[in-house]
């Protein structure tokens, strides 16, 4: 956090003063772990087995907030008994088809009832939900998504529970056996922590965990880039969730994200399975219309229930009068996905030509996304390919300066893609709103005009948009009519006649029939009354006026500080915070109020907006007919969930199992010491296969000892991601030169590397060159019996700008976790050697010299 | 000769600055100095562009250049602290680093060439559409998808909210599904 | 205290001995290194400010400091230390075995000989930390590049710091070796001295310094020198009683050698182990009488004053 996100740090170091503690868990010592109190290195990719430790421990030694965990959780729930974990079935979760490889996730389901996740992969339930056959044919049927299961919609009934815990298919047993094996001994022996440190560790936590004290959780991509990512998550949920940790001041588990307004490219997504505001891409399905579409989407009780209000709102704001009930509101208009179309399939769609036009705005893949080679082969394939950038990065020179040019495997003059570089404007010179990581909108006024050809995303998106429709107006083709009816024609001011951002944010803002501004989710209906470009963002321009512009000096607030920005949703800080009262509706604590129920007022009422129905009593009791919001009592303060509760085992949503369970990562050199499953056995391998994506041996398998190393990569304060914002300016650029590695003095030791001299880092995939920084913040660690050394791979670098060196990035490849199509960049095995790497022809020829002594081919590594 | 009785050596001796290197050593521009934000235009709140901490900017105009940029100190978030990086965005801003042209390279080309930024938009304008055209399917399987997989689009984590929303609407109008961000990668 | 050239008159009060009767309070900068984290916010925040051009590309080995040191193209300079010692309660268990030391010593940055900016401070093994320090101009009460100055470019503020005017700077190079502490230095292809100004531009306008207003951890602070003071004896105080032992300020005492600095450290070890010589005495301390030296240098200002006009009769106008 000091590294990345150093102006957020100041919040730690202030808690820090205050007598926090701060322990900070990470394969290198960092910046971070300078400042901290404990600092633990572990072995790159054994995240979940080291949670999972501490979850065993809250669990065995009762350190878990009971009261909490009872009403709040759904610890009590009774889950069918067909259900099976890892440790009774070899490393696999029950309903696993090694054919398909994929699960089939009923069996993980509440006895007695279904339940619709909020998040995650929803489709999974469209058979059972929307009814009807599944869809039929390979082609359709894609990594990621879940095999359907018998026809007709399954219902939604009142889950069976166990409010003494103890019945043993309630998720708490389950919890309790799947997480028994996650000793302090199995900790060390996969983490490579002590068992005294990791002890301290659990201690820390859970003395300042519990009614009067809270902990927080704070991670970045460092969880995420991993081919069981979400599951890491997952597992860091269910411990603040048992700690009582979540929805409280000073709890919360943080995504400390990394790019200006990454979270609003969630929440507004420039993302292929999702909606703005979270609603699902619909997938392709038989006779699909928009009740059956929200019907399998949807879920029947919380704010999810109300899907259809948010769905139709968005169809109203993007086709207006086009879209009429009769029409089933445009619903029809909308692509339909066939599996996963991220951006990693997408690469592979470009070097098989079925994608042949590529826009860039502001992102340079050629060293930013994992397998750098690959997507530099996918553009070389396209017809054209748009690149919008300050600078002229990697991903637009590649053509005539790319390594692939280097070594003659491409040449310029037989490359055909077009390519156009349009400068772009920047921050200061446009008006528009960031969505920071803690999902509060920031708008940024333009303060000049860009120069030259520089325009903003906005103006280039709006004037494409409008020669399009010019070109094609009076077209009778039905593929046409979605971009004909679009609503699009939003005010333009200044010389270069530059789109209103204000007037954009107040069509995501929504409005009412007569074209007033609506303050609230609340008012949004399914009739076609209401507009919304984006359901969790109204209310950003509630009374007309652009919340998000509000600057209301910190200093003449209180602690929230919610006069400042605008949040979403509602305006509220802290999700979830209902559960920071107790059932009857006060505190837990004094010390950590922060909203309650007013009994005299009879609403809720606090510190922050209440995340809650502002007049639902902590007493009410839903009628048995009751959908939506009225189906959640007054105290189920998990408002989004099918059930109002906090799920430490995930029913639905997820394709890679309920629970967390340790994985080794793709490329490991280490067996799995918790399952004989190695790997995760739905992780997303088998769509990259190929000369260009090869994977490593693993664990036991022959070949394995020639990747010995683990390699992690990362940002370095000095720098921006894939550097096209930093390497450029030499302010920047001279406070980290080049590209380095980092190493212990005794893996220095081993492999004859030098201090400052160069080094040469090897996987299956490529072989980049790095000056070498000895130092002893890299620790080697004890892991089953070995030492083990680790490669520290800062990812900014390629050979444009000021600042250059070989790019991380080559080294890694295209193996995702399946929830989310991330790649796993944060540990991956290599090799390492002094001395810099050959020439672009002779690094070829060093990598295939790899792979033969590995005995590497196209099928190594992509097994279950 | 009053330009005279300003010179430092003989304010030293007239002054109460026995040791001539101080009040009486201050030159013209020292004692004219103040900061260049001091005559800004307008400063213009604004959000730095670097990671998602948010922390606020205050941006300095003058003469229709921005002059300076640093940290707002109304911020909650931030208290008027920027990073390195956030410190490093008049350079990024108004840096030698920005290409400020539209530049073209046509098919097998072996070089930049300039493209009058008009074209470049009526030409991609084209391509988007044959691109479309070519790779539509209303079906897959038998089962209706009505959508092209000609282009795709992959957009950094900079863009505005407002950006974010015109890509998607747009991209999603024209029936392309391979819409994608950095929030993936 | 030594009798030094400078310290005729109120010693302690810099600006009133400077022709600056009712002067504002001395303003400073308090560093307190426990909290920096090295983000290096300060130096670009004082590049950008300042308009200082960058100072090349040159990957240094020195842990994380590929600045290298003050200079006239850098006005705050992060120092990274990587020494074996613990830090309070911290405790990273590093698993090194063997003779690592040696190793290290083979391998890892500055030798040991350097000890100054060695990244590998020999220690206990199994206890690590890593220093971070934001080293700055010290604005000495008795400051010998003022002394040495002959043209009066380097004056005394008002507020008690020690500033270049470069609209009078000749490039004479008398300041640079005359500072106990290596912080001044002339720009290639400039010719004329550079150095902290301690953001007189902004502080005379009410403002702060750009570093210290960057600086996200508060590692920087910037205020009136006797407050500072009093505010980081009680954070060594504090400290000391938290366990930090090595806790200890530099620069702050008016009886040092300089007669304490206008920029002052919390430093966690040696002075050395930052770079900081570790008794800076002002170089000028053993001249006879300051008014031997004044009268040299007022006779080589009307010199250069004389050709100054000289030259502006004949310039554009």
Redesign the interface.
């Known amino acids: 956090m000091?590294e990345?996100?150093?102006?957020?740090?100041?919040w730690v170091?202030e808690a820090k003063a205050r007598g926090a503690t701060v322990i900070h868990v990470d394969p290198r010592?960092t910046?971070?772990?300078?400042?901290?109190?404990?600092?633990?290195?572990l072995r790159a990719g054994t995240d979940i087995a080291f949670l999972g430790g501490i979850v065993n421990y809250v669990l065995a030694n009762e350190k878990y907030f009971h009261d909490y965990v009872v009403h709040y959780t759904n610890a009590a729930s009774i889950v069918t008994e067909d259900y099976a974990g890892p440790a009774d079935m070899d490393g696999f979760f029950s309903g696993f088809d090694a054919e398909k490889r994929h699960y089939d996730f009923h069996t993980w389901q509440y006895e007695g009832a279904e339940v619709q996740a909020a998040s995650g992969e929803r489709d999974l339930e469209y058979p059972d939900r929307a009814g009807g056959d599944p869809?039929?044919?390979s082609?359709?049927r894609q990594a990621g998504r879940g095999e359907a299961h018998g026809s007709g919609g399954a219902s939604s009934g009142q889950a069976r529970t166990d409010p003494t815990l103890r019945h043993q298919r309630t998720v708490f047993q389950i919890l309790k056996r799947h997480f028994a094996d996650y000793t302090p001994e199995m900790v060390e022996q996969v983490c490579g922590v002590?068992p005294e440190?990791f002890l301290r560790v659990c201690e820390y936590l859970t003395e300042n965990s519990g009614r009067e004290r809270t902990s927080a959780f704070v991670y970045s991509v460092g969880w995420t880039q991993h081919t069981v990512g979400v599951q890491y998550i997952r597992t860091a949920s269910i411990l603040q969730t048992l700690l009582g940790n979540i929805g409280r001041p000073g709890g919360g588990i943080l995504a400390?994200?990394?790019?200006?307004?990454?979270?609003?490219?969630?929440?507004?997504?420039?993302?292929?399975n999702l909606?703005?505001g979270y609603i699902p891409?619909p997938h392709?399905?038989?006779n699909?219309d928009r009740a059956a579409f929200l019907a399998a989407e949807g879920t029947d009780k919380g704010y999810w229930a109300n899907m259809g209000a948010y769905l139709t709102s968005l169809l109203k704001a993007?086709w207006g009068p086009a879209a009429t009930p009769e029409n089933d509101f445009c619903f029809?208009?909308?692509?339909?996905?066939?599996g996963s179309?991220?951006?990693y399939?997408?690469v592979m769609?470009?070097t098989r030509r079925?994608?042949?036009?590529?826009?860039?705005?502001?992102?340079?893949?050629a060293v930013?996304?994992?397998n750098a080679k690959l997507q530099r082969l996918g553009m070389a394939a396209l017809?054209?390919l748009?690149v919008r950038d300050?600078?002229?990065i990697e991903s637009a020179t590649w053509?005539?300066d790319g390594p692939e040019i280097e070594s003659g495997e491409l040449s310029?003059?037989?490359?055909?893609?077009?390519?156009?570089?349009?400068?772009a404007a920047?921050?200061?010179?446009?008006d528009?709103?960031?969505?920071?990581?803690?999902r509060?909108?920031?708008?940024?006024?333009?303060?000049?005009?860009p120069?030259?050809?520089?325009?903003?995303?906005?103006w280039?998106?709006?004037?494409?948009?409008k020669?399009?429709r010019e070109?094609?107006t009076g077209s009778t083709d039905d593929?046409d009519r979605?971009?004909l009816d679009?609503t699009?024609d939003y005010p333009v001011h200044g010389p270069l006649d530059e789109?209103d951002?204000d007037a954009?944010?107040a069509?995501?803002n929504g409005a009412d029939a007569q074209g007033n501004p609506l303050s609230s989710y609340e008012q949004l209906t399914d009739d076609g009354s209401t507009t919304c470009?984006?359901w969790i963002?109204c209310g950003v321009r509630a009374g007309g006026a652009n919340q998000a512009?509000r600057?209301?000096?910190?200093?003449r607030?209180n602690w929230v500080?919610n006069q400042?920005?605008w949040a979403w949703p509602a305006n509220r800080r802290i999700l979830y915070n209902r559960a920071s009262a107790d059932p009857d509706g006060r505190p837990w604590s004094a010390r950590k109020a922060l909203v309650w129920w007013d009994s005299d007022e009879q609403r809720w009422t606090g510190h922050d907006v209440a995340d809650f129905a502002a007049t639902k009593p902590p007493d009410y009791q839903p009628p048995s007919d009751a959908h939506g919001p009225a189906a959640l009592a007054g105290t189920e303060p998990f408002v989004m969930q099918d059930d109002g509760k906090a799920w430490l085992f995930a029913p639905a949503g997820l394709v890679d199992g309920p629970l967390p369970a340790h994985y080794e990562p793709q490329d490991s050199p280490f067996e799995n010491r918790l399952y004989p499953q190695q790997r995760n056995p739905v992780r997303q391998v088998l769509p990259f296969k190929g000369k260009h994506n090869r994977m490593q041996p693993s664990g036991a398998q022959p070949g394995t000892e020639v990747f010995p190393y683990v390699a992690t990569t990362y940002r370095?304060?000095?720098?921006?991601?894939a550097g096209?914002?930093?390497r450029?300016?030499?302010?920047?650029?001279?406070?980290?030169?080049?590209m380095?590695c980092e190493i212990?003095?005794?893996l220095?030791?081993q492999r004859g590397?030098?201090?400052?001299g160069w080094a040469t880092i090897v996987t299956a995939r490529a072989a980049i060159e790095a000056?070498v920084?000895?130092?002893?913040?890299m620790?080697?660690?004890?892991v089953q019996g070995r030492?083990l050394h680790q490669v520290g791979l800062p990812y900014h670098w390629g050979h444009n700008?000021?600042?250059t060196g070989d790019a991380a990035n080559e080294l890694a490849a295209l193996s995702l976790d399946p929830n989310?199509?991330?790649?796993e960049v944060k540990a991956f095995a290599c090799d390492i050697r002094p001395g810099r790497r050959p020439d672009a022809a002779g690094t070829a020829e060093l990598v295939r010299e790899y792979q033969r002594r590995a005995g590497i081919t196209d099928e190594t590594g992509t097994e279950i | 000769m009053k330009r005279w009785l300003n010179w430092p050596v003989l304010r030293q001796f007239a002054s109460t600055d026995p040791s001539g290197r101080g009040a009486a050593a201050k030159s013209r521009t020292s004692a004219n100095l103040s900061p260049r934000t001091a005559d800004a235009d307008r400063i213009v709140k604004s959000v730095c562009p670097y990671c998602a901490v948010g922390c606020g900017q205050n941006v300095y105009v003058r003469g229709e250049r921005v002059t300076h940029i640093e940290g707002d100190p109304d911020s909650p978030v931030s208290r008027g602290r920027l990073c390195p990086k956030g410190s490093a965005s008049l350079q990024l801003t108004t840096g030698p680093g920005r290409e400020h042209r539209v530049l073209y390279r046509r098919p097998y080309g072996t070089d930049w060439e300039q493209l009058d930024l008009d074209t470049a938009l009526d030409m991609i304008a084209d391509r988007v559409i044959k691109a479309r055209g070519e790779y539509w399917q209303w079906q897959q399987d038998d089962v209706r998808t009505r959508r092209t997989m000609g282009f795709a689009s992959l957009g950094g984590a900079t863009l505005d909210n407002e950006e974010n929303y015109l890509i998607k609407k747009l991209f999603t109008a024209l029936g392309a599904v391979q819409i994608e961000n950095q929030a993936r990668v | 205290m030594t009798d030094t050239a400078s310290s005729t008159g109120s010693g302690h009060d810099p600006a009133a001995a400077s022709g600056y009767p009712d002067h504002p309070p001395r303003m400073g900068f308090f560093t307190d290194t426990s909290v920096c984290i090295g983000c290096k916010a300060c130096e670009v925040a004082c590049k950008e400010w300042n308009l200082i051009p960058e100072d090349g590309l040159d990957l240094t080995g020195m842990s994380y400091d590929n600045t290298g040191g003050l200079s006239a193209d850098t006005w705050r300079h992060v120092a990274f230390i990587e020494q074996r010692k613990p830090i309070g309660v911290q405790d990273p268990g590093l698993q090194h075995t063997g003779d690592v030391l040696a190793m290290a010593e083979q391998g890892a940055a500055t030798p040991p000989a350097d000890a100054a900016m060695n990244p590998t401070t020999p220690g206990q093994a199994g206890e690590f930390r890593w220093l971070m320090s934001s080293d700055v101009c010290k604005h000495c009460t008795h400051a010998a590049c003022l002394d040495v100055c002959p043209t009066g470019s380097l004056f005394r503020t008002e507020f008690g710091t020690v500033v270049v005017q470069e609209d009078i700077c000749n490039g004479c190079g008398y300041c640079i070796p005359a500072c106990p502490y290596g912080v001044i230095d002339r720009r290639e292809g400039d010719g004329r001295a550079w150095k902290c100004t301690l953001c007189y531009d902004r502080i005379g306008a009410g403002g702060e310094p750009a570093c210290a207003k960057a600086c996200p951890t508060e590692s920087i602070q910037f205020g009136p020198l006797d407050q500072l003071r009093e505010r980081a004896r009680q954070r060594v105080e504090q400290l000391h009683g938290e366990g930090v032992a090595d806790a200890r300020l530099y620069g702050a005492d008016p009886d040092d050698g300089v007669g304490g600095d206008g920029a002052f450290f919390l430093l966690l070890d040696e002075p050395e182990v930052y770079g900081l010589p570790p008794d800076p005495v002002v170089t000028t301390r053993d001249l006879p009488s300051m008014w031997r030296h004044v009268a040299a240098a007022a006779g080589t200002l009307v010199g250069m004053a004389a050709a100054a006009f000289t030259a502006a009769a004949f310039g554009k106008r």
């Open positions: 000091a990345c996100h150093p102006v957020g740090f100041q170091m010592f910046r971070t772990s300078a400042l901290a109190d404990l600092h633990v290195p869809p039929s044919g082609g359709v002590p440190k400390l994200r990394g790019h200006a307004s990454i979270q609003g490219s969630t929440d507004i997504p420039t993302l292929f909606l703005p891409m392709a399905h038989a699909q993007w029809d208009y909308l692509p339909r996905l066939t179309h991220s951006t399939e997408t769609a470009q079925e994608c042949v036009g590529y826009f860039l705005y502001g992102e340079n893949p930013g996304s994992a017809d054209w748009v300050f600078s002229l053509w005539k310029t003059r037989e490359i055909a893609t077009e390519v156009f570089f349009l400068p920047a921050h200061t010179e446009k528009g709103s960031f969505t920071n990581t803690q509060m909108l920031q708008w940024h006024h333009a303060a000049v005009e120069e030259g050809d520089a325009r903003s995303d906005l280039f998106t709006y004037y494409l948009g020669r399009i070109k094609l593929r979605p971009l679009l699009w789109p951002a954009v944010l069509e995501i470009g984006c963002y512009a600057r209301e000096p910190g200093d607030q500080a400042w920005g370095l304060t000095e720098h921006h991601t096209g914002m930093s450029w300016q030499p302010y920047l650029a001279e406070l980290q030169p080049e380095f212990s003095p005794e220095a030791a590397l030098t201090h400052l000056r920084l000895v130092t002893e913040r620790s080697p660690i004890a030492t700008g000021y600042s989310v199509h991330i790649q």
